[in-house]
């Protein structure tokens, strides 16, 4: 089992860029793929970006292409997510999950495990 803890969001300008966090514990964090999800204001949580535990194979919502960047670094347990000429629509809570030995699917029930979220603000 592995727990999950994101960090890193905060207030931010139009067009800046941020770079969000998700440390994780418990297990051998190299066995796991995993994904960002955010959840907008009244909308439902929705697939950001993936990485396969071999970190071989990465996925981006289409709306993500392009300014969304996700990594991972094993040594450190953690998987970061990069996000440029950031837009008042990217307000969200930011969340991680992880699926041990997953295929980066962008569906959510094929997460077991969950952050809290962490909540990113952009103002315009």
């Known amino acids: 089992q592995v727990q999950l803890v994101e960090s890193g969001g905060g207030l931010v300008q139009t067009g800046d860029s941020l770079t969000i966090s998700c440390t994780a514990s418990?297990?051998?964090?190299?066995?796991?793929?995993m994904a960002w999800f955010r959840r907008r204001s009244g909308k439902e949580r929705e697939f950001v970006a993936s990485?396969?535990?071999?970190?071989?194979?990465?996925n981006y919502a289409d709306f993500a292409k392009g300014r969304f960047t996700i990594s991972r670094d094993n040594a450190k347990n953690t998987v970061y997510l990069q996000i440029d000429n950031l837009k008042p629509e990217d307000t969200a809570i930011y969340y991680c999950?992880?699926?041990?030995?997953?295929?980066?699917?962008?569906?959510?029930?094929?997460?077991?495990?969950w952050g809290q979220g962490t909540q990113v603000t952009v103002s315009s």
């Open positions: 999950a992880a699926e041990k030995y997953g295929m980066g699917a962008s569906a959510e029930d094929e997460y077991d495990y």
């Open positions: 990485i396969w535990w071999t970190g071989s194979t990465i």
């Open positions: 418990g297990d051998t964090f190299s066995r796991y793929s």
